[in-house]
């Protein structure tokens, strides 16, 4: 009998009807013969809801019990779900992260899945029932509770497919499936049937909301095939896979882009060894994750380093290297919010030199300028002003030519 | 270092306002050199808001997983709890059912405790940490949740400081502690000092809702010291403990009061072993709880009786007997929901005979008319027209001379 582990996001559980109407899909899986395992989210809004209510009684939470306080939310839609399938006659049950046991680390906020014990699982699945996991949450191995961050209900839902060795992951969210590029800024995009996971990743990672990063990696480890598609309609959705000789057939799958980092100059930094080292640990050691890293060619013992980090951490930042820069003998610091980063992804320009090009002379015919570059093997970035954003996210996409299913790609 | 169990009741920790509060009055009980165990209840209200919530998605929620939704009332308020303490720098942490190990058997609603393993609480306090433990909750011996239905909280709190051996379990609520009567019906009122665990449960079973019973119960078994009293004043409460020498010197301690039942009477029933027998299980076996029972002395091989019954459960109780009568030939059911059981309560009406002809002779003085008398060892209850509750209320408190707090019991 194969399984099925589906996991539904908050809005296609935000209120009792739509439980209702999500249920009824599971009830079909379950009767067209599989075993079903469903992950859900709290309901949309309740975990804000409830961050609110924490901030009432202390303005810096303590993230132990914040995570306490946030997992009411999966709690009750789980019961409510399972509540809804009992009350039609169809064998149920809920089961909380301590229930499933899904262990964790204790990095309260942020937990990381260690492991899953899935023996309670497939006892309820020996019985016939649908198993309902709450998201997001697992336990330490005290048994404190812990949450995973933000999406990390599709992190619950990669973790469990892979420890149950699940035939499919369903993910099921408000849009259709992964898209060549955010349809609100150009509106030629067009829903992508099959993309691999390393460029799932790359999208992820770069702004495209639609799956959480972490789960990805997770499902690209275990080789757990997940498909992102809709809650609310009953077309496909994409497949993300493994990556196979068609894919990279295609140059660009998609283009990402994100306003969410600013940029950091520092000019005139002694070119000497530490003192990168020095400026990033110091960064790294308040939590700030930062992105792109560009260091000039020395000049006259002297180079200029240019670094991106969440605009939320800029104020932070520049608060840290401040003092350190002075230290250093630094000429001064440059910090930018007005940018934006743009990226082509796809795994077939590893095996084609003129996508780069492309991406440059297409941004160049607008007169936009590039700030910063940076490339993997599957994906280039450029940063550049952000009010060109959806300008460049358009001229991109016509230029690569993705409003079009292609068998093959070309650069024609 | 003394060991105090405090348990907030929903109107105390209502809002983050009255969370913090609360906090306060726990934290003066930590710095007066006490080691302390807080259990609350959800916030008021919020129980009831999730029973609708279940309600929108099943007519007849599936009692595992209406446990499920309702345990997460008492999980925010015990993390809003921890976390303001923590946010004062008060050193505390919050305890779920499964992680504060409270076992209980697996009747979803109504479970009961049947164990307690103290060690992570202990192990908790002995870091010098406030323990907030959620109440109303607990786990079955493979870990489903479970809830101790209303009130449990009180339970939940007795259970804990017997297992801990506590000094103290203080029970804080909206009142200030238990009253002669009810102040709404009978202005003078008297707050007791002392009384006895046999006549608190007495007077709680009796509507008197100041305590669960269970819980007093439970703390009599266990002989845990209980007080009542409310957490928005610091007057000192009512203190219920084992019986002593000047406790039995105070004939009546109490005047309680209850709406709650309905009378039905069988007339003409054929006087033969098992037929009341044949009623009480058929009433039994749908877990209505019958409270008084009266059959009088059998006439011509015939005989009456009458009973009470909750007054939600008349209509069914009628339907389960109308055939069970027609069938052993009764001649008629009657019923009537306009009662209401009066009951004076102490243990010093043991050894004094002339305390139910006062009872009597006060009724009859206002020409009330006793249509139903019960007694036990420390309780006397009459049913009567409800029209004449408040009457007689505040007759029997005159008459037992309740508004004086007196040292000696008499009957003058």
Same mark, same amino acid.
């Given at each position: 009998?194969?399984?099925? !582990?589906?996991?539904?996001?908050?809005?296609?559980?935000?209120?009792?009807?739509? @439980?209702?109407n999500v249920a009824n899909r599971v009830v079909k899986g379950w009767r067209d013969g599989n075993r079903m395992v469903v992950v859900l989210s709290?309901? #949309?809004?309740?975990?804000?809801?409830?961050?609110n209510l924490g901030k009432e009684l202390s303005d810096d939470p303590d993230p132990r019990e914040l995570d !306490?306080?946030?997992?009411?939310?999966?709690?009750?839609? +789980?019961?409510?779900?399972?509540?809804? *399938?009992?009350?039609?006659?169809?064998?149920?049950?809920? *089961?909380?992260?301590?229930?499933?046991? @899904?262990?964790?680390?204790? #990095?309260?906020?942020?937990?990381?899945i260690v492991g899953i014990d899935t023996a309670r699982i497939r006892e309820e699945l020996k019985k016939g029932r649908i198993v309902i996991v709450a998201g997001f949450q697992g336990v330490d191995e005290v048994g404190n509770?812990?949450?995973?961050?933000?999406?990390?209900?599709?992190?619950? #839902?990669?973790?469990?497919?892979?420890?149950?060795?699940?035939?499919?992951?369903?993910?099921?969210?408000? +849009?259709?499936?992964?898209?060549?590029?955010?349809?609100?800024?150009?509106?030629?995009a067009r829903k992508l049937d099959r993309i691999s996971y390393d460029e799932m990743l790359e999208m992820a990672s770069l702004g495209a909301k639609v799956l959480e990063i972490r789960s990805v990696g997770f499902a690209k480890r275990y080789d757990v095939p997940l498909c992102v598609r809709s809650s609310f309609t009953d077309?496909?959705?994409?497949?993300?896979?493994?990556?196979?000789?068609?894919?990279?057939d295609i140059l660009v799958?998609?283009?990402?882009?994100?306003?969410?980092?600013?940029?950091?100059?520092?000019?005139? *930094?002694?070119?000497?060894?530490?003192?990168a080292s020095r400026i990033f640990n110091t960064i790294g050691d308040a939590n700030i994750v930062v992105d792109m890293i560009i260091q000039n060619t020395s000049i006259d013992g002297f180079t200029d380093l240019t670094f991106t980090v969440p605009k939320g951490d800029l104020k932070k930042t520049l608060e840290l290297i401040g003092p350190l820069t002075r230290e250093i003998n630094a000429d001064q610091i440059h910090s930018d919010e007005n940018i934006a980063k743009i990226s082509i992804v796809g795994v077939g320009m590893r095996n084609n030199a003129g996508v780069a090009s492309?991406?440059?002379?297409?941004?160049?015919?607008?007169?936009?300028? @590039?700030?910063?570059?940076?490339?993997?093997?599957?994906? @280039?970035?450029?940063?550049?002003?952000?009010?060109?954003?959806e300008l460049a996210v358009r001229e991109l996409h016509d230029a690569f030519?993705?409003?079009?299913?292609?068998?093959?790609g070309t650069l024609t």
């Amino acid at each position: 009998m194969p399984l099925i !582990v589906q996991k539904y996001g908050g809005t296609s559980v935000g209120n009792p009807e739509r @439980i209702a109407n999500v249920a009824n899909r599971v009830v079909k899986g379950w009767r067209d013969g599989n075993r079903m395992v469903v992950v859900l989210s709290a309901m #949309a809004g309740e975990t804000d809801r409830l961050i609110n209510l924490g901030k009432e009684l202390s303005d810096d939470p303590d993230p132990r019990e914040l995570d !306490v306080l946030l997992a009411t939310g999966e709690q009750v839609t +789980v019961s409510l779900f399972s509540m809804f *399938l009992k009350s039609q006659g169809i064998p149920a049950t809920s *089961l909380l992260s301590h229930q499933a046991r @899904i262990y964790t680390n204790q #990095a309260y906020g942020r937990a990381r899945i260690v492991g899953i014990d899935t023996a309670r699982i497939r006892e309820e699945l020996k019985k016939g029932r649908i198993v309902i996991v709450a998201g997001f949450q697992g336990v330490d191995e005290v048994g404190n509770i812990t949450t995973l961050g933000r999406g990390g209900s599709d992190t619950t #839902a990669v973790a469990i497919a892979a420890a149950l060795k699940a035939d499919l992951c369903e993910i099921y969210t408000d +849009v259709e499936g992964v898209f060549t590029t955010d349809p609100r800024v150009c509106p030629k995009a067009r829903k992508l049937d099959r993309i691999s996971y390393d460029e799932m990743l790359e999208m992820a990672s770069l702004g495209a909301k639609v799956l959480e990063i972490r789960s990805v990696g997770f499902a690209k480890r275990y080789d757990v095939p997940l498909c992102v598609r809709s809650s609310f309609t009953d077309r496909p959705g994409t497949l993300v896979t493994k990556e196979d000789k068609d894919m990279e057939d295609i140059l660009v799958s998609g283009v990402a882009f994100s306003k969410n980092d600013a940029r950091v100059t520092l000019t005139r *930094l002694p070119d000497r060894p530490g003192i990168a080292s020095r400026i990033f640990n110091t960064i790294g050691d308040a939590n700030i994750v930062v992105d792109m890293i560009i260091q000039n060619t020395s000049i006259d013992g002297f180079t200029d380093l240019t670094f991106t980090v969440p605009k939320g951490d800029l104020k932070k930042t520049l608060e840290l290297i401040g003092p350190l820069t002075r230290e250093i003998n630094a000429d001064q610091i440059h910090s930018d919010e007005n940018i934006a980063k743009i990226s082509i992804v796809g795994v077939g320009m590893r095996n084609n030199a003129g996508v780069a090009s492309r991406m440059f002379s297409t941004l160049a015919a607008q007169n936009i300028n @590039i700030m910063m570059i940076s490339t993997s093997e599957i994906k @280039i970035s450029c940063v550049i002003e952000d009010k060109y954003t959806e300008l460049a996210v358009r001229e991109l996409h016509d230029a690569f030519g993705l409003e079009v299913a292609r068998p093959r790609g070309t650069l024609t």
